[in-house]
């Protein structure tokens, strides 16, 4: 082990957050390639997490779509169920660079004392020590707090896939740099100028920033497990639990999903939810959200109960209006009242579900936290265990990427 031990190199990790989003990924990314290119004779391999387990890359659909287009394997990438950062630490060969978030869950509290660096977009929740780099920056993306940070580097580190990840990061999550939306700084659009002088191919914003957005919304190629599970969350009642997912195709096309009702009653089977709601939002040519319901539960007076409660409901009142369904086991509806998202509603079904504390009581997040829908939908944390893997593994995995080799297919 000892002299193993000298063969090893310090493992310099960029993290992003737990809901990986575009913003965590490509930031994680881009911050590790001008790490790797920039640090003088690095005793450290720069390794960009994404902070997910690697089945769960498939519902960042936006993600996958801005990587595949800059030629970005997805087999190149190193995923969070793939590396064992706590054994990593505890061997004294962890540095760590969070970005897109400052504050790790409590789960991985006993590695905060290898954070070297942050670079984060919210307001600071802690302070942190001394040694530690901090960015903290209100601005749209964190991506361009990244690209502030190579612009400032060396001229020539920036290449064109790593710039039109940064491009196409920055648009999406400045909403195409629109003042109305309320996300734009300065900054922001500085960054997204700068991208575009020195790389004029890039393709324009517009076209951009609407391939981003359909992306990010396209469900075409998951199952109906994985389209409940990208966003999800579980309200605990009285001796049961309600799933309650948001689906992103309108409800007649879900309920038309061949073998439907089976993978609904596994789906809650395997996970042991009484029942589910799935509340779908869809949107029209001139990008005018509409919401549609399905209360799903083969106990009818459970069903029965949660459809009376949001029929019912006036704080928000949700205008229902019943729709045909297939199965007498779902129950559907037209929401009339587009802007009482799933937080709106959370409380209607919290209520309805009884037992202790349900006036303010339990919601888990479930799962891969959900891509974050510019504010459509709620973010949500994700503690996750990981087996481990020898540092000389990803070593030599990052070393083959670099080399323009195949990765080893990942284990």
């Known amino acids: 082990w000892g002299r193993r031990r000298r063969r090893c190199r310090e493992i310099h990790v960029v993290l992003g957050n737990e809901a990986c989003d575009l913003d965590s990924a490509v930031s994680a990314l881009a911050l590790a390639f001008f790490l790797a290119k920039t640090s003088p004779a690095p005793k450290a391999a720069f390794i960009p997490v994404l902070n997910i387990p690697r089945a769960d890359f498939a519902l960042r659909s936006e993600t996958t779509f801005l990587l595949r287009a800059q030629g970005i394997p997805a087999a190149s990438l190193i995923f969070r169920d793939e590396i064992d950062l706590g054994g990593l630490h505890r061997a004294g060969l962890l540095s760590l660079t969070l970005v897109d978030h400052h504050v790790l869950p409590g789960a991985d509290a006993a590695l905060e004392e290898a954070v070297v660096e942050v670079l984060d977009h919210r307001p600071l929740e ?181 459809c009376r409660a949001l029929e019912e409901a006036s704080a928000p009142s949700l205008q229902l209006q019943p729709l045909p369904s297939p199965w007498s086991c779902v129950g559907a509806y037209a929401q009339g009242n587009a802007l009482a998202s799933r937080k709106k509603v959370l409380p209607i079904l919290r209520a309805a579900l009884g037992g202790p504390g349900a006036a303010g009581g339990p919601e888990e997040d479930v799962g891969p936290p959900p891509t974050p829908m510019n504010s459509l939908v709620e973010d949500c944390p994700l503690a996750q265990a990981v087996p481990p893997l020898c540092p000389q593994d990803v070593l030599e995995r990052v070393s083959r990427i670099a080399a323009g080799q195949p990765p080893a297919s990942p284990k």
């Open 126 to 306: 802690r302070e942190r020590a001394a040694g530690c780099q901090v960015t903290a920056e209100p601005v749209g993306s964190c991506a361009t707090l990244v690209m502030e940070r190579i612009a400032q580097g060396p001229p020539g580190v920036l290449d064109r896939p790593t710039a039109a990840l940064l491009h196409g990061t920055i648009l999406l999550d400045c909403v195409n740099l629109s003042p109305a939306a309320g996300k734009v700084t300065p900054r922001d659009v500085a960054c997204v100028s700068l991208l575009e002088a020195r790389f004029p191919e890039l393709p324009a914003r517009d076209a951009v920033f609407e391939a981003l957005q359909a992306a990010k919304f396209d469900v075409s190629g998951l199952t109906t497990e994985q389209m409940l599970r990208k966003d999800l969350k579980a309200l605990s009642g009285d001796e049961l639990v309600l799933a309650v997912s948001a689906i992103y195709v309108d409800l007649e096309t879900f309920l038309r999903r061949p073998g439907l009702l089976q993978d609904l009653d596994a789906f809650c089977q395997a996970r042991g939810y009484a029942g589910l709601v799935a509340m779908t939002i869809s949107f029209n040519e001139h990008n005018e959200a509409s919401r549609q319901l399905a209360v799903y539960s083969r106990r009818e007076p459970l069903r029965s109960a949660v």
